[in-house]
């Protein structure tokens, strides 16, 4: 065997790791979900078992040696001695306290075959020389954090709060702050909603305001082309209904505006917009750009194009992930993420619960903002026209790591993109009332005008 590929894999570290899974079960396995896959196992018995142990996990069967056993026996005599070598796998474990030391040893060597293979099609494929740059850097690498000393974080705590948060957010976003604070390096931001119901309108009043303090921004869309993306950047600077950019309805003043910021936005700004469909392709334009605050459009949305996961699975890898380069790199991530769609009848204010596949979302989140735009959830389709009153739109803060949380509300401009602080803005939001409540207020209204009336001399 070729004695560079030998230096590629530690067969006996993978039957550890797997090892360890076993001994320690559901729990021992959430300390490495997201970390390790089967495709950085060399070995492709050890791939196959750790598939296994994937799915048992995702269908919430507990993991111990029975419950694996059992769960094998059903694939029939492809398994045949898995039950010896599972034995093996688990007295071949010296302590599962070290768990992490060997998983990086197996990364490690995941990292080499896949930079081998990126090479390798560099001389087959004749691939740019910077496109295979771009890929190696790309490829996700295992780093544990340096622990430090008491002293250390003791006297970091006094320096941060001597010079305050890393970030402030926008003058109209203040509101935030005063709860908040700000925002730090390494932040993970989750902004949850209901399907088309606002997200990415306050994705766009965020990435102008971080832009005008100076921010370098990158956003990464799944969803929404770059170009589309620039409209609503136009439409919320110059105040220009989106609409009319899909209308042919563009007036020359309308123009007028647009060609005056193409200056502040081309040579300003730190900004810029591109597509990216899985993990490695965020890492690369991440690389790239080298922003303060990233913007990704939206989890749920992120493919993994090497192997099948379910929802809960994906969802936990690549939060995972994003969390693992969020600090790496030592930006702000913003990760858009969706509600499952309410069933009729049963519409209620968020919690985090309501985010998809929630368990690891809340858990590795920093800080999470749920917004409720409850009369659009309710009447589903709103036809909207310049000089309309705004709509009124709930930001519930339900996470940030120091603790503090709270509610604050917004008239929200959906044509424009604009969101507006209520003292900022002359004009009342307009606020979705049900049908018992109007009619309530009706009769009582009726009520007074009949009492006025037979009190008249007349």
């Not at 550890?16 to 070995?43: P, Q």
């Not at 976003?173 to 997200?199: A, C, E, H, Q």
């Not at 979705?432 to 009582?444: F, H, L, N, P, Q």
């Amino acid at each position: 065997m070729d004695e560079q590929v030998v230096k590629m894999y530690n067969l006996s570290m993978e039957q550890i790791v797997i090892g360890c899974v076993l001994k320690g079960g559901n729990k021992l396995f959430e300390e490495v979900i997201g970390i390790l896959d089967e495709k950085d196992f060399y070995k492709t018995d050890h791939q196959r078992y750790w598939n296994i142990l994937q799915n048992m996990y995702g269908k919430r069967i507990p993991i111990d040696l029975v419950t694996v056993v059992e769960y094998i026996t059903k694939f029939g005599p492809q398994f045949d001695g898995a039950v010896t070598y599972i034995m093996h796998c688990i007295n071949a474990v010296p302590t599962t306290a070290n768990l992490h030391y060997y998983v990086k040893i197996v990364k490690n060597c995941s990292y080499k075959r896949a930079v081998l293979f990126e090479i390798g099609k560099f001389k087959t494929d004749n691939i740019d020389i910077q496109k295979l740059v771009e890929d190696i850097v790309s490829i996700p690498k295992y780093e544990e954090v340096k622990e430090k000393t008491n002293k250390e974080v003791m006297l970091e705590t006094i320096e941060d709060a001597n010079k305050g948060m890393d970030f402030r957010f926008p003058e109209n976003f203040d509101d935030i702050n005063n709860i908040i604070g700000g925002l730090d390096r390494g932040d993970l931001v989750i902004i949850g909603g209901y399907p088309s119901n606002g997200k990415s309108s306050l994705m766009t009043e965020l990435i102008v305001g971080f832009s005008n303090l100076g921010y370098k921004v990158l956003v990464t869309t799944l969803e929404m082309s770059p170009k589309a993306n620039m409209r609503r950047l136009e439409a919320n600077m110059n105040k220009i209904n989106t609409m009319k950019f899909r209308t042919n309805s563009l007036t020359e003043l309308d123009t007028e505006k647009i060609k005056a910021t193409i200056p502040i936005v081309n040579d300003v700004w730190g900004y810029n917009c591109t597509r990216a469909y899985t993990i490695a392709d965020i890492i690369r334009v991440t690389n790239k750009f080298e922003p303060d605050i990233l913007f990704i459009d939206y989890l749920q949305n992120i493919s993994e194009p090497h192997e099948e996961l379910r929802l809960y699975e994906k969802a936990t890898k690549h939060t995972l992930q994003i969390q693992q380069f969020t600090k790496e790199k030592n930006i702000v991530t913003f990760l858009l993420s969706q509600f499952h769609r309410p069933v009729e009848g049963q519409i209620h204010r968020p919690h985090n619960s309501d985010l998809r596949d929630s368990g690891a979302i809340e858990e590795r989140a920093d800080i999470i903002f749920l917004i409720y735009w409850e009369r659009k959830l309710r009447m589903e389709s709103l036809y909207r026209v310049d000089g309309d009153a705004p709509e009124y739109m709930e930001v519930n803060i339900t996470k940030s790591k120091d603790g503090a949380t709270g509610g604050l509300n917004y008239n929200f401009y959906p044509e424009y993109h604009r969101w507006v602080r209520p003292g900022g803005d002359d004009k009342e939001p307009i606020i979705y009332k049900r049908a018992k409540e109007v009619s309530g207020e009706y009769y009582k209204q009726k009520k007074e005008e009949e009492k006025i009336a037979s009190e008249l001399p007349f």
